[in-house]
T-cell receptor
Framework: SQQGEEDPQALSIQEGENATMNCSYK?????LQWYRQNSGRGLVHLIL?????REKHSGRLRVTLDTSKKSSSLLITASRAADTASYFC????????????FGKGTKLTVNP | DADVTQTPRNRITKTGKRIMLECSQT?????MYWYRQDPGLGLRLIYY???????NKGEISDGYSVSRQAQAKFSLSLESAIPNQTALYFC?????????????FGSGTRLTVV
């Protein structure tokens, strides 16, 4: 069963614009992670935010977490064509045994 | 060499055949996972292993089995392949609880069952 659901399913923007993707989840979590997947390739870990954190930055990435709303957002600033990929959120449930449950992903297209 | 290596990269097999997908890692991580990815369904966990003697079923383990031959090697077998097992299969490792918990994925095996 999917724990996280990304929104939107697909997003198309122009280079230089910001891209925002959202993730909602159902149960309490230890942490939430974001991954990127280039077409048909393996996923790459981008950033992890713990349940007691509200915001985290890494380069052009900004992640927020609202545990009261069970939601997270990933913001990519000043997007580039190379950011074109699918982005997945993954959660580690507090009741689980540290295995990530992935959402279905947001497909981001950045047009040159 | 990649940190997590999956072989083969692509495989076409016939219905009813037994097939093994292999995964090896140089990360030194104890925890290893097998996921499958289907279009529109995201990644779903098949099996996971926290060490050589600790193997657990994921949400979709029916029709699959695994073997953890060593800390570095974790193989996935399809006992009798069927067409709806056509998917992209990923192996991943984790440095939990000592590191930053992010998973390292292999490049995937694209399996087609005809």
């Amino acid at each position: 069963s999917q724990q996280g659901e990304e929104d939107p399913q697909a997003l198309s923007i122009q280079e230089g614009e910001n891209a925002t993707m959202n993730c909602s989840y159902k149960t309490s979590i230890n942490n939430l992670q974001w991954y990127r997947q280039n077409s048909g390739r393996g996923l790459v870990h981008l950033i992890l935010i713990r349940s007691n954190e509200r915001e985290k930055h890494s380069g052009r990435l900004r992640v927020t977490l609202d545990t009261s709303k069970k939601s997270s957002s990933l913001l990519i600033t000043a997007s580039r064509a190379a950011d074109t990929a699918s982005y997945f959120c993954a959660t580690d449930k507090t009741s689980g045994s540290e295995k990530l449950v992935f959402g279905k992903g947001t497909k981001l297209t950045v047009n040159p | 060499d990649a940190d997590v290596t999956q072989t083969p990269r692509n495989r076409i097999t016939k219905t009813g055949k037994r097939i093994m997908l292999e995964c090896s890692q140089t990360k030194g991580h104890d925890r290893m996972y097998w996921y499958r990815q289907d279009p529109g369904l995201g990644l779903r966990l098949i099996y996971y292993s926290f060490d050589v003697k600790d193997i657990n079923k994921g949400e979709i383990s029916d029709g699959y089995s695994v073997s953890r031959q060593a800390q570095a090697k974790f193989s996935l077998s399809l006992e009798s392949a069927i067409p709806n097992q056509t998917a992209l299969y990923f192996c991943a490792t984790s440095d939990f609880p000592t590191g930053n918990y992010g998973y390292t994925f292999g490049s995937g095996t694209r399996l087609t069952v005809v």
